[in-house]
């Protein structure tokens, strides 16, 4: 089944600086891959989305790209702001199949 | 659209108590997961519904634990008999069709003492 690998655990970086969250995946079929924000006791939320069929998507100052050769994605914040402290999950899922897996999450706090 | 509905959204029990948490998945949605959220083991897929059906228990992590879903805008996972270590947040999440993303309760915090 999909394994899906996300680093750094944990990932501190000053104000109006730039912070990256990687993943990988093992299923070289799985074609979505989404990105969730959560907030200290909030819930989840979609933040953004890619598909295999794009090698990359931005929404204002956030970016995922997307290598399906090497089986990696990343998340590409700019200009970070304190309101992007959060727990940020990457995730994948195979076409045909029914769940999305999980990372185990990058807890990102923004010095200010 | 009120979003995924979940309640209540804190609950404190006392252990060997049945608990019962409900949620009301976005209309439309055809796929309702279960998740579990501990500081430990981060987010465990409980069970996921497709079209009322149940199609992947196996996170369920024992016979104290079930799960129903009778309609299409309705479900509910129990815990009979609760005990400390079922502490977490729950949360409820819906999509339309598995490779689309997913749309989250606000969770429920369950507490045994």
């Known amino acids: 089944g999909e394994n899906v690998e996300q680093h750094p655990s944990t990932l501190s970086v000053q104000e109006g600086d730039s912070a990256v969250i990687k993943c990988t995946y093992s299923d070289s079929a799985s074609n979505y891959f989404p990105w969730y924000k959560q907030e200290l006791g909030k819930r989840p939320q979609l933040i953004i989305d890619i598909r295999s069929n794009v090698g990359e998507k931005k929404d204002q100052r956030i970016a995922v790209t997307l290598n399906k050769t090497a089986k990696h994605f990343s998340l590409h914040i700019t200009e970070t702001q304190p309101e992007d402290s959060a727990v940020y999950f990457c995730a994948a899922i195979i076409q045909g199949a029914q769940k999305l897996v999980f990372g185990q999450g990058t807890r990102l706090t923004i010095n200010p | 659209d009120a979003g995924v509905i979940q309640s209540p959204r804190h609950e404190v029990t006392e ?16 796929y309702l997961f279960w998740y579990r959220q501990t500081m430990m083991r981060g987010l465990e897929l409980l069970i996921y519904f497709n079209n009322n059906v149940p199609i992947d228990d196996s996170g369920m992590p024992e016979d104290r634990f079930s799960a129903k879903m009778p309609n299409a805008s ?36 369950l507490t045994v003492v």
């Open chain 2, 74 to 109: 309705f479900s509910t996972l129990k815990i009979q008999p609760s005990e400390p270590r079922d502490s977490a947040v729950y949360f409820c999440a819906s999509s339309y069709r598995a490779s689309n993303g997913y749309t989250f309760g606000s969770g429920t915090r």
């Open chain 2, 15 to 30: 252990m060997g108590q049945e608990v019962t948490l409900r949620c009301k998945p976005i209309s439309g949605h055809d």
